[in-house]
């Protein structure tokens, strides 16, 4: 019993002294940085991307690439009422 | 019950705990105001915006840290080697009491507690600022400084305990053991 407690009580100072030991380590471990530069670089990055997608934008008759479509049935629409038949190629091409 | 070994450990290791605690949190402080680089502290400690400045700040910090260190061990180093009392010459000796800085003389379990205990924090510093030069938060010549520092320490330090070590020619004993050739059956 009196072994088990010097035991004990030896383990105690020597987990005492390996804290103090491990204080300045603790000291040195607590500092870091945050993503945030990274982040508003990426973000940045991201938009600049974006506003060069935009720049190279075809565009059909001074209207966004996205309508294309769209109106190409519609004047495709209007060429079949005005002849009564389809077009072979499409109208805006000719 | 207590080890006394052990008490002497934990006395003597609060204060070189204490020294470069402070030397990082002065370092880092004065080192971010010096460059102008902003940051914040917060319950994760001093946070840095950008990588680049973090690194550059906790190199520096940590090279504060290590001379300190150095300095400390240097200092421990002379006690060690010109005022131990093993091996302090009585000239010195008389000088020092003269001049009432006697407490200067150490005796061999404070030095070798202080040994330990310092030497043990320029390993954990060696070993911190390899791993952290390894994923470069850190310039990779700040660990080869603390390397450098580790080593040169340990060779003073070991050469002091050889001195103590090492029987002098001179020790003041009669070395003559004829005494112990003689015939018994005469007496």
Do not use: C
């Amino acid at each position: 019993m009196k072994a088990l407690n010097k035991l004990l009580v030896n383990m105690g100072l020597f987990s005492v002294l390996s804290m103090l030991l491990l204080v300045p380590i603790m000291a040195v471990a607590f500092a870091g940085f945050t993503n945030k530069a990274l982040e508003q670089t990426e973000v940045l990055s991201a938009q600049d991307k974006a506003d060069d997608a935009e720049e190279h934008v075809e565009l059909y008759n001074d209207v966004p690439v996205e309508l294309e479509e769209l109106i190409r049935k519609i004047e495709e629409e209007m060429y079949t009422q005005e002849n009564g038949f389809r077009p072979a190629t499409n109208p805006v091409n000719q | 019950m207590f080890s006394k070994l052990l008490i002497k450990l934990i006395d003597q290791a609060i204060i070189p705990a204490v020294v470069l605690l402070s030397a990082r949190i002065i370092s880092m402080v004065t080192l971010a105001m010096y460059l102008e680089i902003p940051f914040e502290l917060t319950k994760k400690g001093f946070i840095f915006e950008d990588p680049a400045q973090f690194t550059t700040v906790n190199s520096y910090s940590l090279l504060i840290m290590s001379v300190v260190l150095g300095l400390s061990l240097a200092f421990f180093l002379i006690r060690a080697h010109i005022f131990h009392d093993t091996h302090i010459t009585p000239k010195l000796t008389a000088t020092l009491f003269s001049v009432r800085m006697q407490s200067l003389i150490q005796n061999s379990l404070d030095l070798y507690t202080k040994g330990a205990i310092w030497i043990s924090y320029a390993y954990l510093m060696t070993m911190l600022t390899g791993a952290l030069a390894i994923y470069a938060y850190i310039y990779s010549w700040i660990f080869y400084v603390t390397l450098a520092i580790s080593v040169v320490s340990t060779l003073f330090f070991i050469w002091d305990i050889e001195n103590e070590v090492r029987p002098s020619k001179d020790d003041g004993y009669d070395h003559n053991v004829t005494f112990l050739e003689v015939d018994t059956e005469q007496i």
